[in-house]
């Protein structure tokens, strides 16, 4: 695992510009078990869906303000921090988003270093943390580029369904601009198989697919199907808060002890 140095948080950017691969649940659920591992976490929701937000509890109607205001300059990341609940003895950091995310490319097109305003945001906040994950947009916009700008590593969630690594190869094009051009510090954090489910020959297929193009970037942990990962989101909570037995948030303990441990290994065949 690649990081910035003892002092400072470690940047993880969770991205994939294909939709329903796990993005955000693996945003909220990698946060929440970091968190319960004893490490300070900020999680930053840099989609304009802001499923991550309310998936964490956040009314979006209550809210005083977002990830968008402080993009712009007018608001002060500290002061839009919300504190989510994971257990009683751990919580996390959210800077949330909202729907008017959605025009924020439009009137940064003309500010100077565009591409860098969220490095600028994070930089004052590295200190206070363990882990910033950042909740990257489905799409290679200029939110994506801010977000692979800011960040140390990239984890990208492929779901073992058909045509999963459709689109990541240009994912991993942009991976390379940002590299050339804004952060040539950017590595790949690893790549997460989701919806794995061990009945389906199509799971074993795609996951065995991506061991082979991927290598030992590929997460030992899998993230397999279940109910209680699914319904979670509806409570607005992690998995770990909504169903702590359940195979989800075993799932993401585990997937938080290989990131904390700096550990991705090529996974066992299953």
């Known amino acids: 695992m690649f990081t910035r140095g003892a002092i400072l948080a470690t940047i993880i950017a969770i991205a994939n510009q294909k939709g329903g691969v796990g993005k955000t649940t693996t945003a909220v659920n990698l946060a929440a078990s970091l968190s319960a591992k004893g490490s300070r976490i900020l999680l930053v929701d840099l989609d304009p869906q802001a ?32 504190d989510v609940f994971v257990d009683f003895n751990s919580t996390f ?31 004052p906040l590295a200190l206070d943390y363990d882990y910033i994950l950042i909740d990257c947009p489905p799409a290679l916009g200029l939110l994506t580029i801010n977000g692979l700008a800011a960040a140390d590593s990239l984890l990208v969630p492929v779901q073992c369904e058909y045509y999963a690594l459709e689109g990541v190869s240009r994912l991993l094009e942009t991976v390379q601009l940002v590299k050339q051009q804004i952060n040539p510090d950017l590595q790949i954090e690893g790549v997460l198989l989701t919806l794995y489910d061990s009945r389906l020959q199509l799971s074993q297929s795609v996951a065995n697919e991506a061991r082979r193009y991927f290598g030992e970037k590929v ?26 037995d359940s195979t989800g948030a075993e799932n993401y303990t585990d997937l938080a002890a290989e990131v904390m441990d700096g550990c991705v290994t090529v996974a066992a065949s299953n």
């Open 219 to 244: 997460f030992a942990t899998v993230i397999k199907r279940n109910i209680r990962l699914a319904e979670a989101p509806s409570f607005g909570q992690s998995v770990i808060s909504y169903a702590p």
């Open 51 to 82: 499923n991550a937000t309310s998936g964490c509890g956040a009314a979006l109607d209550s809210l005083n303000g977002s990830i968008y205001e402080v993009l712009l300059g007018k608001r002060d990341a500290r002061s839009l921090i919300h």
């Open 93 to 123: 950091d959210l800077l949330p988003s909202h729907i008017s995310l959605s025009g924020a490319e439009v009137e940064m097109a003309s500010f100077i270093g565009r591409e860098r305003k969220l490095d600028e945001i994070l930089a």
